[in-house]
């Protein structure tokens, strides 16, 4: 099983700042690597696939880049919608997903 | 647009059977370029995939090895939806469950997701 490790646990920001997210995976999974924001009560949201593609009607100040088995996905000034909990997710062997980071407002 | 819309219990009691129905709209079930799966999300396990159905002029299913063995995915083309059937519950599959569809190569990208179907096991 691949797993993958996502860091920090939790982020305390305010909004407007930038950030980046981290997910490292046991083993290479090219660039079979999506990022999912989830809010509380709702469907997780699929925003980057690939490792950098985004995906339909995802803003541009989300972005992705990695591959093998280091990934990050940057958010380039927080808008009060992004506070969530954000996932990566690999489909190179079966699916397995990260822990997340939460990104709270400090 | 793709929508996934879930139902079933919330409350279910151990050794009892799990059965939860996605009835899709937006798309049909037997659409032979996507896959149609099931994920749940629990706070001491996270978020873990258990299994998906798709049609390929047959319908095939493939499920996370863990789970194999009391995990049936199977669909219901006059209705457009899919269901999970979990058996042998034990506390420890207390979660919300989700559906969500599969595309890209290997129908595995999950792109659209059903709103969550929190399931506690408890007598």
């Known amino acids: 099983e691949i797993v993958l490790t996502q860091s920090p646990a939790t982020l305390s920001l305010s909004p407007g700042d930038g950030v980046t997210l981290s997910c490292r995976a046991s083993h290479s999974v090219g660039n079979l690597l999506a990022w999912f924001q989830h809010r509380p009560g709702q469907a997780p949201r699929l925003l980057i696939y690939d490792a950098s593609n985004r995906a339909t009607g995802i803003p541009a100040r989300f972005s992705g880049r990695g591959s093998g088995t280091d990934f990050s996905l940057t958010i380039s000034g927080l808008e009060p919608e992004d506070f969530a909990t954000y996932y990566c997710q690999q489909r190179s062997q079966w699916l397995t997903f990260g822990g997340g980071t939460k990104v709270e407002i400090k | 647009q793709v929508q996934l819309q879930q139902s079933g219990p919330g409350l279910v009691t151990p050794s009892q059977t799990l059965s939860l129905t996605c009835v899709i709209s937006g798309d049909s079930v037997s659409t032979k370029t996507v896959s149609w799966n099931w994920i749940r999300q629990s706070p001491s396990r996270g978020l873990e995939w258990l299994g998906r159905?798709?049609?390929?002029?047959?319908?095939?299913?493939d499920n996370e090895p863990s789970f194999r063995g009391r995990l049936i995915i199977d669909a219901d083309t006059s209705r457009n939806q899919f269901s999970l059937h979990l058996s042998s519950l034990t506390p420890e599959d207390t979660a919300v469950y989700y559906c969500?569809?599969?595309?890209?190569?290997?129908?595995?990208?999950?792109?659209?997701w059903g709103q969550g179907t929190q399931v506690i096991v408890s007598s």
């Open positions: 159905t798709y049609y390929r002029s047959y319908w095939y299913n």
């Open positions: 969500a569809r599969g595309v890209s190569v290997g129908a595995t990208l999950l792109d659209s």
